[in-house]
C-alpha cells in the first residue's frame, strides 16, 4: 500500500460550526423555519443561535462542506495524522475555539485565518423527529482574505506540499482569487485539483469565477440537480445526465496531461463518471430506507471518500467505491459525523 504524506490532500472553503439539537415545532414556529429545509440566516434568527445552545442535548460538530470532506478523507486514511490540510476563516471567539478543537480531533491540520470584525460561522441544525432544518450563517468564513493568509509563505508552503487539491463551488462567493491561485498551482506542477459544484446557484449566479477556474479542473463532482442547472446554464440543451458528463469533460483545460474526470452523484442512482472517453455508471451501496436518518453531509461524504483512495494513487473504480462507502455510513448518523473507525477494505 502506497504511504501517504503529510499534508498530502489540500481543501479550503467556510468552515462552519454545526450546532444540532432537538426542538420542537413550537420553535420552528417561532423562528418560521420548516422541518426539512436549509437557508441562509437573516435578521429575525439571530436570537435563534442564542436559543438553540442553551438547549439540553446540543451538539457542537465542525462543518461546512469542503472541511466536511477533508475531514472524511483523513478518517477514512486513519494514519498518517495531518494527511489533510485545511484553510479558512474563522473569528477570535469561542466557537472558533471549538472548530479548532474539533479539526484536532479529527487529526486535520487546520490553519485558519482568524480575523476579529465577525465571528465564526455556524450553522444551525433544528432536529424534529428524522427532519433537520439547517441555518447557515456564513459571518467569518466571508472574510476569508488572500493577501493576509494564503500568500503568507508559511501558509503557502503547506499549499506545495500536497499533490491533490479540493474546494467546494461554495468557496467562489468568498475568494474567487485565492481558488485561482491555488488552481493555477496545481495546473502548473502537474498536480490534481478537484472542484464541486455545490449548489444550482453557484451554476447560476457565480457563473464568471466558476467558468475562470474550470480550466484548471481535473476532478469536477456534482449532483444531478447542479448538473441539470450547470449544463442549462452553459447552453448545453440536454438533460441528458451522461452526455452532461462528457460535455463538461470537454471543456477547455490547460494541463494537457490529465483528462478531466466528472463525477456526478444521483442519491440512491447510479454514479456517473468519466473513464478515459467513455461515461460509465457505478450503482451505489444498497441501503432500506429505514436504516437513513439524515442525508445531510451524503456529498460531503462521497467526495471524502473519493480524495482518501486518490490520494494514494488508487484507481478511478476504487476512489468510487471508497466514495459510495463513506455516504452510505455518514447517511446513517446525524450530521457528518463518523463511528471511530472505518471498515473499508
Not at 462528457?246 to 496531461?257: A, D, G, Y
Not at 473513464?275 to 460509465?280: C, F, H, I, N, P
Not at 437513513?292 to 467526495?303: E, H, L, P, Q, S
Request: hydrophobic share 40%; net charge negative; charged share 25%.
Amino acid at each position: 500500500m502506497p504511504t501517504v504524506s503529510q499534508n498530502a490532500l489540500f481543501g479550503m472553503g467556510n468552515p462552519l460550526l454545526d450546532i444540532s439539537a432537538v426542538v420542537d415545532k413550537d420553535f420552528l414556529d417561532k423562528y418560521g423555519l420548516k422541518p426539512n429545509d436549509q437557508i441562509l440566516a437573516e435578521e429575525k434568527h439571530k436570537a435563534l443561535f442564542d436559543e438553540i445552545v442553551q438547549k439540553s442535548k446540543v451538539e457542537y460538530h465542525a462543518g461546512g462542506s469542503t472541511q466536511n470532506s477533508v475531514k472524511i478523507a483523513q478518517w477514512m486514511i486513519q494514519e498518517p495524522h495531518k494527511v489533510a490540510t485545511f484553510f479558512g476563516c474563522i473569528g477570535t471567539d469561542h466557537f472558533g475555539e471549538i472548530l479548532k478543537q474539533k479539526a484536532a480531533e479529527a487529526c486535520v491540520d487546520a490553519h485558519y485565518y482568524e480575523q476579529s470584525q465577525e465571528p465564526t460561522g455556524t450553522c444551525a441544525a433544528c432536529i424534529t423527529g428524522d427532519n433537520r432544518s439547517l441555518v447557515a450563517n456564513l459571518a467569518a468564513a466571508n472574510c476569508y482574505n488572500k493577501e493576509k493568509h494564503l500568500d503568507v509563505d508559511r501558509n503557502w508552503s503547506l499549499v506545495e506540499k500536497a499533490r491533490v487539491y479540493y474546494i467546494a463551488g461554495f468557496f467562489l462567493t468568498v475568494s474567487p482569487e485565492s481558488i485561482l491561485k491555488v488552481a493555477k498551482h496545481a495546473s502548473d506542477n502537474n498536480k490534481i485539483f478537484g472542484l464541486n459544484l455545490s449548489a444550482p446557484f453557484i451554476s447560476q449566479f457565480f457563473k464568471e469565477p466558476l467558468m475562470k477556474v474550470m480550466p484548471y479542473v481535473d476532478i469536477i463532482f456534482g449532483n444531478e440537480t447542479e448538473a441539470a442547472t450547470f449544463a442549462k446554464e452553459q447552453g448545453f440543451e440536454t438533460e441528458d445526465i451522461a452526455e452532461i458528463a462528457r460535455r463538461v469533460q470537454s471543456l477547455p483545460k490547460v494541463n494537457k496531461n490529465r483528462q478531466r474526470i466528472v463525477v456526478f452523484t444521483q442519491g440512491r442512482e447510479d454514479t456517473v463518471a468519466t473513464v478515459g472517453d467513455k461515461v460509465k455508471m457505478f450503482p451505489v451501496l444498497d441501503i432500506d430506507q429505514n436504516h437513513i436518518v439524515d442525508t445531510n453531509g451524503a456529498g460531503d461524504a462521497f467526495v471524502g471518500g473519493f480524495l482518501s483512495e486518490l490520494v494514494q494513487e488508487k484507481p478511478l473504480e476504487e476512489c468510487i467505491r471508497a466514495g459510495h462507502y463513506a455516504a452510505n455510513v455518514i447517511i446513517r448518523r446525524v450530521g457528518c459525523t463518523f463511528p471511530e473507525k472505518p471498515d473499508f477494505q
